[in-house]
């Protein structure tokens, strides 16, 4: 099977500062990929890296489309969730335009939302249960609904990957089993890698496995891996 994302002899870092070496890897449509590993071992660095927000100073990754022929990055439609503790709360924007700001790459930032883009709005919105929350600001949601309006505006463009760092931080177990159910309805059309500390919820639900510590260990089934905190 092609990957859909092949990342070949990465090496990143900020400034002198090396934080990956050498990294390898290979993700496959409607994969789960959990990524752990120690602060400061460079799991957010390879997310930067892989949604193009920071260049490798060594290495190339590759991106190819659903039906195998290497494609610029922006051809292959990426979903992001960033970590909780970068979203501006006291910015004046309601659930509505934020789930439709994930469409502004493909439509441009001053288009208006045409009746399709609204209908796949809508769509959403229901699919992350926030009906009637639509002209609610964002600063007036939980922790719990405000992860649901953000990854609502990550997979409203419909991506091939969608790409998540520490998505269940600041949410309560049973908002977390929610996420975990949404994310597992929406592997089933699109490729998932997910950041995150929690190693028992992610090994019950990702397929498999980058532990992220300067370099990279792969394992492609987490069927039978344990892992220490």
């Given amino acids: 099977m092609t990957p859909l994302i092949e990342i070949k002899n990465l090496t990143a870092g900020y400034g002198r500062q090396q934080v990956l070496h050498h990294v390898n890897l290979s993700i496959f449509p409607n994969d789960f990929l959990g990524i752990v590993g120690p602060n400061g071992g460079g799991k957010t660095t390879l997310l930067k890296c892989i949604l193009g927000l920071l260049e490798p100073q060594e290495g190339e990754i590759l991106f190819h489309s659903p039906q195998g022929q290497v494609e610029e990055k922006r051809a292959l439609r990426l979903g992001y969730l960033p970590q909780y503790s970068h979203i501006d709360k006291k910015f004046p924007i309601t659930v509505w335009d934020t789930v439709l700001s994930g469409l502004i790459a493909e439509t441009g930032l001053l288009s208006r939302w045409n009746h399709d883009e609204q209908k796949r709005a809508k769509e959403v919105i229901a699919r992350m249960g926030l009906e009637g929350m639509e002209q609610r600001p964002i600063g007036a949601l939980s922790g719990g609904e405000l992860q649901r309006v953000l990854l609502g505006r990550a997979v ?39 950041v995150s500390h929690d190693t028992d ?17 792969y394992y492609p089934t987490t069927e039978g891996i344990t892992l220490n905190d």
Wanted: charged content about 30%; overall charge negative; hydrophobic content about 45%.
């Fill in 156 to 194: 409203v463009s419909n991506p091939e990957v969608l790409v998540l760092d520490e998505p269940g931080t600041y949410i309560d177990k049973r908002t977390e089993a929610r996420l975990y159910e949404l994310l597992d309805e929406l592997n089933v059309r699109c490729a998932i890698v997910m």
């Fill in 201 to 217: 919820s992610l090994l019950r639900h990702a397929r498999s496995l980058a532990v992220v510590d300067r370099e990279l260990t």
